[in-house]
């Protein structure tokens, strides 16, 4: 018989040895953090060159200057150079000028929720590490924001990797019944869902942070079920939903960032969805994996439906992420996908791109950058793609609601 194999940590389990590697990774962690964001630091955003404001807005840099000139809409920074420049919060304070000034075009620039618009629910999801769902979750939310929209930020993965994004270090800045947990969990200590709806630095967007405390309800949930058999209004999967329901006058679209699993959290998650973006890399083996991923969501939506609830999807579409539109291989399965998919897969990739992954080691989307920064041209190859695939899932909300054919 083999022995078996002892981990070299002198003073107790591998429990410890574990514990221990992991206790040191945070710490490093944590010290490089402070390096790039202080403590007393408060992550911020760049302003807005008015060339920029003007392709985000939609209308002509000359026609901001002569706004600006004429006194009307909010008052940009004028540089030492004379280069006039919008925080994001008064890039909304435009859109609703211009909403009120140009009445036929308020939809344009002002597409926030009307009277009987439905919450937009959007989850994204995929069973396959590695598929950007968490890339894809943080630059839609934002690109949202940039547009005018009220956005929800839910990171419902306990790794809350979205969370990082967005300046927090989980294991120490989200304290206890402080992530979606602390609003769907089954016991007394339940929190109304606003108290786990912060405001994040990125105008426009709120969010709901994650760490591993998520877990507890995977492990919560089963118990509960054994112990509350037949009481129907407190089933598992309509608990997301119920909170997100609680705050729905505040925000157009809530966007949740599923975890790499298909259990109690992301059966919630696509019970409260109203569309769902299915990411998927193109490789077979992770087209293979996105398979399985369909299959055992089928079963697992029929038994809820079967358990009364209500899947009301607007849309199911699937994103092709990290795609190298060079590598002939990657291009034959985008083909495929195409072609077993049809319209149901978006005609935008999201491009594999360094400018993304250098930008995400100081925990930055590249909105946040200015093109200089990571070198001009990489940087518009890498926001041409990402606003093509926002400017679609943007396009699939206003079809929802009525706006477009």
């Given at each position: ?104 075009e ?24 590695g ?31 979205l ?13 206890e ?42 492990h919560q ?71 399985q ?108 609601w009525?706006?477009?054919?």
């Amino acid at each position: 018989m083999a022995t078996p194999v002892r981990l070299g940590f002198q003073n107790g389990s591998t429990a410890a040895w574990i514990s221990q590697r992991a206790e040191a990774l945070s710490a490093r962690l944590r010290a490089v953090g402070e390096l790039a964001f202080p403590p007393s630091a408060q992550k911020s955003l760049r302003s807005f060159t008015s060339g920029e404001v003007a392709e985000i807005v939609g209308v002509s840099d000359g026609y901001l200057r002569q706004l600006s000139l004429d006194g009307l809409g909010p008052t940009p920074d004028i540089g030492a150079s004379g280069r006039r420049s919008y925080t994001l919060t008064q890039i909304n304070e435009l859109r609703a000028f211009l909403a009120s000034s140009r009445p036929k075009e308020s939809l344009k620039f002002w597409p926030r929720r009307r009277p009987g618009d439905k919450l937009q629910v959007l989850t994204v999801a995929n069973f396959k590490g590695g598929s950007a769902k968490t890339t894809t979750s943080l630059y839609l939310a934002q690109g949202l924001a940039l547009q005018g929209f009220r956005v929800l930020a839910i990171d419902l993965d306990p790794q809350a990797s979205l969370s990082s994004m967005f300046g927090y270090q989980p294991e120490f800045d989200i304290p206890e019944n402080a992530t979606l947990y602390g609003a769907i969990r089954y016991d007394e200590r339940r929190v109304p869902m606003k108290d786990v709806v912060r405001q994040s630095y990125f105008s426009g967007i709120s969010i709901v942070p994650g760490n591993l405390e998520l877990m507890e309800f995977e492990h919560q949930t089963p118990r509960h079920m054994l112990n509350n058999r037949g009481a129907a209004e407190d089933l598992f999967f309509r608990r997301v939903a119920a909170a997100i329901e609680q705050v729905e006058a505040d925000f157009d679209v809530v966007v949740i960032d599923c975890p790499p699993q298909l259990g109690f959290l992301t059966m919630g998650a696509l019970n409260a969805a109203t569309g769902m973006i299915v990411t998927v890399h193109p490789q077979m083996v992770d087209v293979a994996s996105m398979s399985q991923f369909l299959l055992m969501t089928s079963d697992l939506l029929t038994v809820i439906e079967e358990a009364g609830g209500a899947l009301e999807f607007d849309f199911m579409k699937f994103l092709i992420t990290r795609h190298d539109p060079r590598d002939v291989p990657e291009q034959e399965i985008v083909g495929l996908l195409r072609d077993i998919f049809g319209a149901d897969v978006l005609a935008a990739t999201a491009w594999k791109s360094t400018a993304i992954a250098n930008a995400g080691l100081t925990k930055q989307s590249l909105y946040e950058l200015s093109r200089g920064s990571v070198g001009r041209s990489v940087y518009d190859r890498a926001m041409e793609s990402v606003n093509a695939v926002n400017r679609e899932v943007i396009e699939q909300i206003a079809r929802v609601w009525g706006r477009v054919p």
